[in-house]
């Protein structure tokens, strides 16, 4: 039987370097609020928030916001961001899976590469959909499986040990067919609509140096191949081949799906 505290544990640890990410995440986030139609005055929740960055862009428009994520690190990280932005903001350490929120609390429930690593996507959009009040707007952005990012998860994948029972792949939430299954008969008019941004690289090996440092499931990749240098090295010829596809202009363009539904 799987323990998913254990796999929550191990995901806070894996993504608690994140932080330096954020400037390049943060060109995607008014692209979200946007889509999301967001308006002042109104509540909305940010759902893995990691270190606020849409939550950030939305209290800036004049919304009541509050943030939630799963790794402590990343909620102090935002913490200090809105008292930069001079924003005020409740930021809290909270499980995707078991939000601290009462029913029909937000008129907007977004999330930003963040709910899609949530172990259960059923319980995850259990949640996110209780919190929503009827005719509010969900809404989200996902790595797509056959872009870059998903590629690079299903890379991770073939070196990393397998994924324990019961935990669905992250890209899947990149799928329009299975966000329709899952949002199922709870909510009306999905819409989809894909965009990108750029990282900025002087090289495809200059971008994976930096994956290698901040984003846990490369660096547990690394770590674990210490032991096997030519293994090694394959898996990072690999990665800098995947990265010279998409890179161009000293950047490396990442594309992805953004998703909007109203509930029911």
Not at 100 to 105: E, H, I, K, V
Not at 126 to 145: C, Q
Not at 162 to 180: A, K, L, R
Request: hydrophobic share 40%; proline share 8%.
């Amino acid at each position: 039987m799987t323990d998913f505290d254990a796999v929550k544990n191990k995901a806070k640890q894996l993504w608690s370097t994140f932080s330096p990410f954020e400037n390049i995440t943060a060109q995607a986030s008014p692209e979200l609020i946007k889509f999301a139609q967001v308006v002042p005055g109104k509540k909305v929740v940010d759902v893995g928030c990691g270190t606020g960055v849409v939550a950030i862009t939305a209290a800036r428009l004049g919304s009541i916001v509050s943030g939630s994520d799963i790794t402590p690190e990343l909620i102090d990280h935002a913490k200090e961001n809105a008292k930069i932005a001079n924003l005020d903001i409740k930021f809290e350490v909270a499980d995707v899976e078991n939000l601290p929120y009462n029913d029909a609390s937000f008129d907007y429930v977004l999330s930003q590469f963040g709910h899609m690593f949530a172990p259960r996507p059923e319980v995850c959009i259990n949640e996110m959909l209780r919190v929503l009040k009827p005719d509010g707007i969900i809404a989200f952005s996902t790595w797509p499986p056959e872009l870059l990012t998903g590629k690079m998860f299903q890379l991770v994948g073939k070196y990393a040990p397998p994924p324990p029972d019961g935990v669905s792949p992250p890209v899947q939430w990149g799928e329009p067919s299975t966000i329709t299954n899952r949002l199922g008969k709870k909510v009306k008019d999905i819409t989809f609509h894909r965009s990108e941004f750029k990282n900025p690289a002087l090289s495809p090996s200059h971008m994976r140096n930096f994956l290698e440092a901040y984003i846990g499931p490369v660096s547990a990749v690394v770590d674990m191949l210490q032991s096997e240098p030519d293994k090694l090295s394959k898996f990072r010829r690999e990665l800098d081949n995947l990265l010279s596809e998409y890179f161009q202009d000293n950047g490396v363009i990442q594309s992805y799906l953004m998703t909007r539904a109203i509930k029911l």
